[in-house]
């Protein structure tokens, strides 16, 4: 009986520490993804500041604060990791992995 009970404890500590290293995955694809969006940021942005200040006007900073609005949002969204869109985005996220794996989805999840 208690070698059984441990080797339930077994099976249920390497799923827990898998779950961990999936989320984990996860994370670092968002922290990569968010990192791609800050170089285009800074770099389109640098661009057009110095086409804006060759041609003697300023009109680069409406850019510059609008697309600064959508990182500003992806940096929140980035630091959440947890609450009901974590979960879905964590869920899509599995779920295209199994697709590219070349894995079918399962029908109980």
Do not use: C
Request: aromatic share 14%.
């Amino acid at each position: 009986a208690a070698e059984q009970q441990w080797l339930r404890e077994q099976e249920g500590r390497e799923e827990r520490e898998a779950e961990q290293a999936e989320i984990q995955a996860f994370l670092r694809d968002r922290r990569r993804n968010y990192k791609a969006h800050l170089v285009a940021y800074v770099s389109v942005n640098l661009f057009l500041f110095i086409i804006s200040i060759m041609g003697g006007e300023f009109w680069f900073i409406y850019p510059l604060l609008g697309w600064g609005i959508g990182l500003a949002m992806h940096t929140w969204y980035m630091n959440q990791t947890e609450g009901e869109t974590f979960e879905r985005e964590l869920e899509q996220w599995r779920s295209q992995r199994r697709l590219t794996r070349g894995n079918p989805p399962s029908l109980t999840s």
